[in-house]
């Protein structure tokens, strides 16, 4: 997914049949090496953390790719900043008061057990994943726009205005908590500072996560704020869309892919943030990324979208590709299910590290749960990635996870507000595998 830029570093790594591996380069490298643009934007960024993903390993890709995206976001502004329109979540009153209770919801002194968090105890957000992690073209009315990534409205981790502007986990919590840090600020790429604790990467498939993983533990370990043994932190990895837009359709055998890497990795970047993120609880998400796509095949979609989609998500809307749709389609459920397979390992939870798979996006589509009539307002004007507003009813959905026992987790999308889960007394805690 993303742009004819990522498109054509794909082709590239996809010569060597992967892209550049993750291994064959240092981690730390100082930013200005990089960046010969970088006195021209100022934009502050993370010094010791450049690399944030394999592609910045290459010192031309990352001197071209982000020289071209700081310059480019430069010239059109910050579209983060717009918040009116139909594809924008409509603000809430000043006199409505905030759905939840709030008193009791943060305990006197931190738990001690990942299975009695109250949404209040939460000190720290975090997020890995892909493009609808970052928000890209979120708020863009124009394609030219749609590479801006506006991080702040991001539904699991931006932190942009309140929740009555912006819908997002960090607003919801920050009612709890106000002291909650790690959201990302406002537009921002990867490396830049106002992304916090958000290290998505665009076009990041499962087999970038244990990448992606590491280099959000070395962020939290060079932040003076963090400390890592004390603070409560909630991490949403939100993984799957681009396996099956970009990178399925080159393997050779999909069905062994899917069987013998994907879990692989998924499981081999959960361990390491047990054994490297103490205090922590794993929302682990599926992508809705396909599920959204194929509910649109009954949807009359914009010309625009004819444009994006096969360049976006080549494997389901390149012409010679999609005789494998539904291949893929398969493929891509039987991935979901294995996501949550992995969410149940025992080796996955201990006293103060817990995994929760929240399903919410697994029959993503853009008509609400029950509705005959689509809601294109969810959708960017890509058709690929998600609107400020889909972002706003995917934050209202996993919260709803969040506060529902598993095997009672709802699933697709309701209309914003129409159905929003508060903590009760009774049921305090922050729903895990060990407290439903
Ligand atoms: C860019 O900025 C850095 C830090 O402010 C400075 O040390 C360096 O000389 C500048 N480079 C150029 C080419 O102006
Ligand atoms: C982290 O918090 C614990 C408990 O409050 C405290 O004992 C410890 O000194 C803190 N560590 C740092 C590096 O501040
Ligand atoms: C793909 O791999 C599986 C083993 O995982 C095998 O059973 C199947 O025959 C292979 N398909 C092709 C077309 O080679």
Same mark, same amino acid.
């Given at each position: ?29 100082? %930013? ?49 900043? +717009? ?19 709030? @008193? ?6 931190? /738990? ?6 109250? /949404? ?43 929740? +009555? ?21 406002? @537009? ?21 996560? /244990? ?9 939290? %370990? ?20 681009? @396996? ?25 970047? &959960? %361990? ?56 893929? +389609?398969? &493929? ?15 080796? $996955? ?36 990635? $998600? ?31 129409? @159905?929003?889960?508060? /903590? ?13």
């Amino acid at each position: 997914m993303m742009n004819a830029v990522c498109v054509l570093i794909i082709l590239v790594g996809s010569i060597n049949g992967q892209l550049l591996a993750p291994n064959s380069h240092q981690n730390v490298i100082s %930013r200005t090496s990089g960046n010969l643009l970088r006195n021209i934007t100022g934009t502050q960024i993370y010094k010791d953390t450049i690399v944030t993903s394999p592609l910045d390993a290459s010192l031309p890709i990352r001197m071209f790719y982000r020289g071209f995206r700081e310059v480019y976001s430069r010239l059109l502004g910050e579209t983060g900043q +717009r918040d009116s329109g139909d594809s924008f979540q409509r603000h809430v009153a000043p006199s409505k008061a905030f759905p939840c209770p709030l @008193d009791g919801f943060r305990s006197p002194t931190p /738990p001690e057990s990942v299975h009695q968090l109250r /949404p209040g105890d939460i000190d720290i957000i975090a997020a890995v994943g892909d493009s609808l992690t970052t928000a890209t073209a979120a708020n863009s009315r124009a394609l030219w726009e749609v590479m801006v990534e506006n991080r702040g409205v991001s539904w699991s981790i931006g932190g942009q205005g309140t929740w +009555r502007t912006h819908l997002t986990l960090p607003n919801i919590i920050k009612e709890f908590n106000p002291h909650l840090f790690g959201y990302s600020l406002s @537009d921002s790429y990867n490396v830049h500072r106002k992304a916090q604790f958000n290290v998505a990467e665009n076009i990041a498939t499962t087999s970038d996560m /244990p990448y992606n993983a590491k280099k959000l533990v070395r962020r939290m %370990r060079l932040d003076s704020r963090v400390n890592m043994t004390h603070h409560w932190k909630i991490l949403t990895y939100m993984i799957g869309g681009n @396996d099956f837009c970009s990178d399925v359709c080159y393997q050779t055998n999909a069905t062994q892919w899917i069987n013998e890497m994907q879990e692989k990795y998924l499981i081999e970047s &959960l %361990r390491y943030l047990r054994d490297n993120l103490p205090r922590t609880l794993v929302n682990l998400v599926p992508s809705p990324l396909i599920s959204l796509s194929f509910s649109m095949d009954r949807v009359q979609t914009p010309f625009s979208c004819s444009l994006t989609r096969p360049i976006e998500c080549s494997c389901l809307f390149g012409p010679s590709y999609s005789r494998d749709r539904k291949l893929f +389609r398969s &493929l891509e459920r039987k991935f979901v299910k294995i996501m949550e397979r992995v969410s149940f390992l025992a080796e $996955l939870h201990t006293k103060d590290f817990t995994v929760v798979y929240q399903p919410f996006f697994k029959d993503a589509s853009v008509f609400y749960r029950g509705s005959k009539q689509p809601d294109m307002n969810l959708m960017s004007i890509d058709c690929v990635h $998600l609107s400020q507003k889909g972002h706003a009813v995917s934050a209202n959905g996993l919260w709803n996870n969040m506060m529902e026992p598993v095997g009672q987790k709802s699933s697709g999308f309701t209309p914003l507000f129409q @159905d929003f889960k508060c /903590p009760t007394t009774q049921k305090p805690f922050i729903f895990t595998n060990a407290n439903s």
